[in-house]
């Protein structure tokens, strides 16, 4: 294997174990590295899992290139923690010019620095006052601990310090980062400190502030500083840091003038941007002057300024649509102004529309600027004004007349005679006002008004709403023959609408006009024409004899005129009255020469009409297009062949042939019989029951009647004397009644199926409360859900039950192998075969056998027949007492009573001996059984002359039979043929050799 290296070579991992390190020392006596044996070396250290591959190649590369010289490689690499470092901010405090040469002979004949590490710590010094029941209160100080610092004494620099001026401030450090060691493991960040700074007598740490007990030189060095006391005589003059002040510090030791000192200090303080408006007067400072020399008192940081509190305002305009923020900075000792008073003031203000990240930045910058002493008309807030909304407009509903009719119809008026009589508005809305024409009908729509709309709605600067103003509206007045119903303006008669405007208003008037209408219309066929017209209205032109027949000919029609009818219409017109679809012409049909022809008694396929029910709805269900007939009714006669042909013609005068060929083509008939008629007619009688069809080939009674489609709206219910066949499904709430057989192809839903023969049902039954199928036979279906199944004879469900009512005189079968009886009750005479019955949810299900269920369903009509007849035997021994026997025709109504109560008790005495008849046969048992090939399910009852039997557990592949010795309902096990055995056995895997 190749060698990379030859020496010692080591892995160094740190204490925090941030880095994992190949420590590599050349020598011939070393051991031959190889990339194996590196690899190995790293694996026993638990490095080599957290190192990246590309790191290691880069490793092995930098060791193979290291020769004779020793070599260190990081191989795995953490993230060590940091943290940031505390700051010191200094406050700057230069020497004064004129203290410059005094300060420099202070210091140099100052002392060396003597400064102190300081820690501070809180002692319980007594127990304090008692409180309440012997409760004592203990006492804290806080005492400071110092340690002389020995520090480079080199001074870096130096400053004047008044007693009390602040020095320095020492930020604390932020949390740190944490790391993570080369495993990834997290490494806690270091706790924040404080940066170490040493400081002398001179100096006192508060919190963290540094602060000067005596005024002095300040010496800086690199971690300390200390105060060279230095009691300067004369005055210093300073602007607050904020610039709100101008501050004074005076020493009494200076034997200056005070006159001379007050001067310059007003002076110095106009240099830092102090108006004369913003200082004390200079005698209110000379007192102050004199008053520290007399007192020999020193001043320090004295404001120079008048005494101004600082304010805030909002005002808001009267439309509440701007609000103007104003704000001033305190001078001197006046009170201050926070931010937070400014919140407060906007808060109490209730302004809300503003940008309150602009606001606080603006009003931050104004504060952070010396030199802006007011904030003035700044604009807090503004609201949005609303806007207008849409003006209301005039949506006609008629075409107006082009200008040159227009201009025409007003002249007409303009001549005619007492106008302004008939029209009073004529002398506000005149002639020459109308701008536009239009035909209108009787209630017809002339506009519609669309109202103003109300425009998009705005905000003051307290973000209440302000609603939109609604648009202009149109103002509209009705003239003569036009009224208005909600924002439709309607014509109350024919003739012509003026619509102008008058003093911004508009208006509308309908004039009668209306020239005499004539229309002729003819039939597709030309074999008639009729005539309409609507009488002039106004000063219309009338109707008029010859213009009708002008019309006549202008339509082509000039035979078969009826002039009697034309006179009378006219006159009609002219009497003011309509004349609608009136028969003015009649054309003559040929008559053609024809052989014997078949037409039916009455009318084929004839609907029988809607019924209108008591509370006035349709009926839709009782229509029917089934034409049914019975034996000996007369369906059809054989009209005898005629030979006489005559030509005929339409209303244009236009000739129709005849045929003159005479043709016989009966239709093959069946299922009725020929009788000779009167006028050498044959009168075809129904020989059976059924529906009677013709169509070209044949004719007679159908006794199968087929449904195309489904039984609905377009059906109607069948009621059929034969078999029927329904191609579709029978839709909810519809019936089918047949005395045949019956076979559904499709679904049944909600209805009802009633068949003398049996019913077929090949999609099954689905109900959605309860569809009902009766068979005087059998039934058969594919499902049955919510349904109720009687039947005389058997009947078979192909899949599932579900929730039935089901009850036969035969056998039931549901399910071939697979298939389930769930919920609902189930009777059959001659027993059940089931595949599964209930569920495993218990759904409640009644499995009855062994008895005549239909004499169970007479039994139960006749005791319903005796509790009448009993209730009414009750009712007559109730009245007859309280018949006063005073008058002959209570006497009679006595006899009467008792005549009727007498044959009430025969009824009851009849009807009682034939249900002691039937319970007796209803008693007696029919060999049968109840057979589950799957599985019943505990919540199903197997019931036979009222025995019961309840399921519990479930069980499969179970008979249920009823022994009358016992009287007791047996559970037996189904016994199975070997065939079925194998089937229910489970299939065993066979080994294949491809497995």
Known sequence: METICKGRLSIEIDSAQVNATLV???????????????????????????????????ALASLSRAGRENARVVVAEGEAPRTDPDAIRWEEHPVP?????????????????????????????DEGKVKGKGKAEPRFITEAIRREKTVDPTVLRTGSIADGGLVATIDTAREGTPGRTFRGEPLPAPPPGRPELYFG????????????????????????????????????????????????????????????????????????????????????LLALLREAMQKNVPLTHRSLCRPVDGACSVTVSEDKMEAILSVRKHRGRGKPLTLADISARIKGSGVTQMDIPQVRDDVKAFFGDPARRELKGYPLARGSLPQP???????????????????????????????????PSLKDFPVSAVEEIAIVAPEGKIARLAPPTRGQPGTDVFGHRIEGPLGTSVEARCCENVKKYGLYFVSEIRGYLEYGRKDGAVCLRVRPHQDAVVTVEAALDGMQAFLSIIPHRGFGEPVSTPKVY???????????????????????????????????????????????????????GEDKRVRILADGRADYKSISSIRVVHVGDPVAEILPPR??????????????????????????????????????????????????????????????????????????????????????????????????SLTVQDLVEEAVLSAEGAVTVLQGVKGRKNAVIRARTNIACLFSENAMLMAVGDIAVERSALNCRIKCNGALTIGKTKGTLMGGIARARKGMTLVNVGSPGEAKTVVSFGQDYILADQIEAGEAEVEKLKSRVLEIDRTMPK????????????????????KLLKRIETHSMRLLSLRDRFEEHYPSAVTVRGTIYPGVTVESHGRLYAVRLETSSVQYTFDPKTGTIQENPLILSRRQAQLRQPRKKENHPST
Request: proline content about 6%; glycine content about 8%.
């Open 97 to 125: 010019r004129d203290l410059a040469a005094k300060a420099d002979e202070v210091l140099s004949r100052a002392p060396a620095p003597l400064v102190y590490a300081w820690r501070y710590r809180k002692r319980r010094v």
């Open 883 to 902: 018949i006063p026997r005073t008058r002959p025709e209570d006497t009679a109504r006595l006899a009467a009573l008792r005549e009727e109560k007498v």
């Open 643 to 740: 030979s006489r042909a005559e030509n005929g013609f339409t209303v244009f005068g236009k000739p129709i042939p005849a045929r003159l060929k005479a043709e016989s083509a009966l239709p093959q008939l069946f299922n009725v019989k020929q009788a000779q008629g009167p006028a050498g007619t044959v009168i075809l009688y129904a020989e059976k029951e059924g529906e009677f069809v013709l169509t070209p080939t044949a004719a007679g009674v159908r006794q199968l009647h087929v449904v195309a489609g489904d039984v609905g709206l377009e059906t109607g219910n069948i009621d059929f004397p034969g078999s029927v066949v329904v191609k579709g499904s029978v839709h909810e709430g519809f019936r089918v009644f047949a005395k045949g």
């Open 550 to 604: 002008a019309v006549l000919a202008q339509e082509h029609v000039t035979a078969g005129l009826k002039e009697n009818a034309i006179t009378e219409a006219v006159a009609q017109a002219q009497d003011g009255r309509d004349v609608a679809d009136l028969l003015i012409a009649e054309g003559k049909p040929p008559v053609h020469a024809e052989g014997a022809r078949l037409v039916p008694r009455e009318a084929q």
């Open 24 to 58: 590599f020392s050349p020598g011939e006596v070393g051991e031959a590295w190889t990339r194996e044996a590196i690899l190995s070396l790293l694996t026993k250290a638990g490095v080599l899992e957290y190192v990246n591959p590309v790191t290691l190649e880069k």
């Open 389 to 423: 909304g849409e003006s209301g407009t005039m949506e006609w509903e008629v075409p107006f007349a082009d200008a040159a009719e227009r201009k025409m119809i007003l002249s007409r008026f303009e001549r005619l005679p007492q106008a302004e009589q008939r029209f």
């Open 201 to 284: 007598e001179g100096l006192t740490l508060r919190e963290d502030k540094l602060f000067a007990n005596t005024a002095g030189i300040l010496r800086y060095g690199a971690d300390w500083v200390d105060v060279v006391p230095f009691a300067a005589g004369g005055a210093t003059v300073e602007a607050a840091e904020d610039g709100s002040d101008c501050l004074i510090s005076f020493n009494p030791a200076h034997d200056g003038d005070p006159v001379e000192v007050a001067g310059k200090a007003l002076d110095e303080a106009g240099r830092f941007g102090f108006a004369p408006s913003d200082l004390l007067p200079e005698e209110s």
